[in-house]
Nanobody
Framework: LQLVESGGGLVQPGGSLGLSCVAS????????IGWFRQAPGKDLEGVSC????????YYADSVKGRFTIARDNAQNTFYLQMNSLKPEDAGAYYC????????????????????WGQGIQVTVSS
């Protein structure tokens, strides 16, 4: 499975930005999918995930109510809509996927995901 992100860029605080991740090489519906991010000098942080088994979605506390994850299996694509962006949301965003099950106890662990996009930069600044 190969993943390619798009949609990053510069946005002002309070603004919105949408990220997309297109998958190729396999059927995305069989995978748990999600997003991680990494701010300069900080560790990777799990942002959100959709579990394939039951379509449960998970979010980091820092983005709940502002970010929305979605998938379109017909297009082999998934998305992250980011609203009310803050400077602390800036960083490199990575889409991820994993065929083995994840759940609420481990979705945010980077070791759970075998497939990673190359990353895309999000800058939140006035």
């Amino acid at each position: 499975l190969q993943l390619v992100e798009s949609g990053g860029g510069l946005v002002q605080p309070g603004g919105s930005l949408g990220l997309s991740c297109v998958a190729s090489g396999d059927t995305l519906s069989d995978y748990n999918i999600g997003w991680f991010r990494q701010a300069p000098g900080k560790d990777l942080e799990g942002v959100s995930c959709i579990r394939s088994a039951d379509s449960s979605s998970y979010y980091a506390d820092s983005v709940k109510g502002r970010f929305t994850i979605a998938r379109d299996n017909a297009q082999n694509t998934f998305y992250l809509q980011m609203n009310s962006l803050k400077p602390e949301d800036a960083g490199a965003y990575y889409c991820v996927a994993e065929a083995l099950d994840v759940d609420g106890r481990n979705w945010f662990l980077k070791k759970m995901y075998a497939y990673w996009g190359q990353g895309i930069q999000v800058t939140v600044s006035s």
